[in-house]
């Protein structure tokens, strides 16, 4: 099936749906696109269902506001130079980054690459799957390991423990595969989107994240935080906060369109107020008001050092120059923020499942600023509407 005839296939089942189970009928649903394409250019079909548009008053806030799927890329381009964009792409120089600013990150145990310089502040320096093996069996402690370059969890492995003199690796959930697949799946991933083999793989202490988090979510992988800082000249400020919370089984809070199962709770900057979690992309998605498993609301628990945290990454803000949209992925510990990477583009989608765009006048008139922006481009026309 191409993808154009897969993509209407998907609009007529999210429309058949929200006509199901919303009560939005056909010619309702038609007019609210029609009204969508004429007041935002950056949106298309499934823009609508996917935040759920279609449960809106038609021409409200949302239709002018929402950033669509067609405008994530302009928006980062635009507001990131491409010069300025390397620690967000590759995680050992974001090591290196936080290691000059004092800002800090999980304990580096050891790097594997293959060839080329490794940092001389890295405790352990691996260059092939011998070495890789004889560190872990050495080591004989729990061990994240993550590759330089890749996104959505790729590649990632939680090493818990090596049996029989490191030929059986166990993963967090205690399933056990061979060394040889091990490798597989991480230093010999193949077909991952981003992911570089030359470029390496990072061995990490695992985070132990503050356990009032771990309590609520009755789960120890950390569950970290998304937050998009914006500096656009008038100092950095924190625009948009969602909380990524890890369900059981899964070592990683990746989302991508709720498919591992985690879910999405908005976070109000400046209280670190919380919303209900949100279960995938609309219009199929669950919202709760309560978490799962704990059963606890998620509108009466209070974000332990919130305060501190903010403040934590608005100091980090300050350590990267020409990015005015930094994709900051913290979690929360007993000594405060650990920042686990940065992001330049993707992941803003995630920001605008609770019912609010992500551009708001403010950040619309900054962009209009920018020399860079396409003119008479969908992008351009969308900020100066």
Not at 107 to 119: D, H, T
Not at 172 to 177: C, L, R, S, V
Not at 219 to 243: A, C, E, K
């Amino acid at each position: 099936m191409s993808i154009l005839l897969k993509k209407a296939s998907s609009a007529l089942c999210c429309a058949r749906y929200v006509k199901r189970h919303y009560k939005r009928g056909w010619i309702a649903q038609a007019l609210d696109i029609i009204t969508l394409y004429r007041l935002n250019p950056t949106c298309n079909i499934s823009d609508y269902y996917v935040y759920k548009i279609f449960a809106e008053t038609r021409g409200s806030a949302l239709y002018k506001e929402l950033l669509g799927f067609s405008g994530h890329e302009a928006f980062s381009r635009n507001l990131n130079a491409r010069t300025a964009v390397t620690p967000a792409w590759d995680k050992m120089v974001f090591e290196v980054v936080c290691k000059a600013y004092n800002l800090q990150t999980p304990e580096l145990l050891a790097v594997y690459k293959p060839a080329g310089l490794i940092p001389c502040f890295v405790p352990a320096k691996i260059c092939n799957a011998k070495e890789l093996k004889d560190f872990l069996v050495q080591y004989d402690a729990p061990v994240f390991v993550k590759p330089v370059k890749g996104s959505l969890g790729q590649g990632a492995f939680y090493v818990a423990e090596v049996a029989e003199n490191g030929e059986l690796v166990i993963d967090k959930n205690g399933n056990a595969i061979s060394f040889d697949a091990f490798c597989k799946r991480t230093i010999g991933l193949t077909g991952a989107k981003h992911y570089n083999p030359e470029s390496g793989l990072l061995l990490q202490k695992p985070i132990v994240q503050h356990p009032l988090i771990t309590e609520f979510t009755q789960n120890d992988s950390p569950s970290g935080f998304r937050m998009l800082v914006i500096n656009t000249g008038q100092g950095p400020y924190i625009h948009r906060v969602v909380w990524k919370v890890v369900v059981p089984g899964n070592i990683s809070d990746n989302f991508d369109k709720g498919g591992y199962g985690n879910m999405l709770v908005q976070v109000n900057p400046t209280t670190g107020k919380l919303s209900g979690a949100v279960s995938s992309y609309w219009p199929k998605a669950k919202l709760y008001s309560q978490h799962p498993i704990s059963g606890r609301d998620f509108s009466s628990f209070t974000l332990p050092l919130w305060e501190q945290v903010t403040a934590e990454a608005l100091r980090a803000a300050g350590a990267i120059n020409g990015m005015g949209a930094m994709h900051w992925d913290v979690v929360i510990t007993e000594k405060g923020a650990v920042f686990l990477e940065l992001n330049d583009i993707g992941g803003t989608d995630i920001l605008q499942l609770h019912g609010k765009g992500l551009m708001d006048e403010n950040l619309k008139i900054a962009l209009r600023q920018k020399p860079s922006v396409q003119k008479g481009s969908p992008f351009a026309r969308f900020i100066n509407n």
